[in-house]
């Protein structure tokens, strides 16, 4: 796991995030997501991003592979900087992508438009699989250690029908 302090550079960057040079410099200078430990500061000086940057990378270009246009992106990003308040909102959100909108994960049962109906909740149910999972083998883990469970007095053993012969 990376480091609180740890710094990578642009390579770095490219390496682990799978976003191009060319996309990760563009993004830098036109302040769609720039790093956070150091900015270039001319020729030959380099950028140094945080874990957190490198998140955001990826971030974009998964919603970028998912179809959603950096112009989108832009949005997305500034609607969560000025509304929510947030710095680095891509590493910071649960995005969902759901047609040509993208919504965000306000609490696990409220998700609000960030595209076509700006700040517009709507309530979801997500349904969390490997928390359930994690439950379930849990208990089993516990059930396996207790002896097992008697039938209660109050529910009486039901004895299989028998036929009588006619």
């Known amino acids: 796991m990376a480091k609180a302090t740890e710094s990578f ?5 490219v390496r682990i995030t799978g976003v191009s ?5 563009y993004w830098a200078r036109t302040k769609f997501i720039v790093p956070s430990i150091a900015e270039a500061q001319g020729t ?3 950028r140094r991003y945080s874990f957190s ?4 990378l990826r971030v974009a270009r998964e919603l970028r592979e998912a179809g959603v246009s950096t112009q989108s992106l832009r949005r997305v990003v500034d609607f969560l900087r000025t509304k929510k308040g947030l710095t680095q909102p891509l590493a910071e959100c649960r995005l969902i ?10 609490s696990p049962e409220k998700i609000m438009s960030v595209l076509q109906t700006p700040g517009q909740t ?5 349904f969390d699989l490997a928390r359930t999972v994690g439950e379930m083998k849990q208990e089993i883990g516990i059930s396996e250690r207790k002896p097992p469970a008697r039938a209660s007095a109050s529910q009486p053993v039901r004895k ?7």
Do not use: E, K, M, Y
């Open 122 to 126: 709507s309530f979801a149910f997500v």
């Open 160 to 166: 299989p029908a028998t036929r009588r012969a006619g």
């Open 53 to 56: 940057d490198l998140l955001a």
């Open 9 to 13: 550079s642009t390579g770095d960057a």
């Open 97 to 106: 992508v759901t047609g040509a909108d993208v919504q965000v994960a306000t």
């Open 21 to 25: 040079f060319r996309n990760i410099d």
């Open 44 to 46: 030959g000086t380099d």
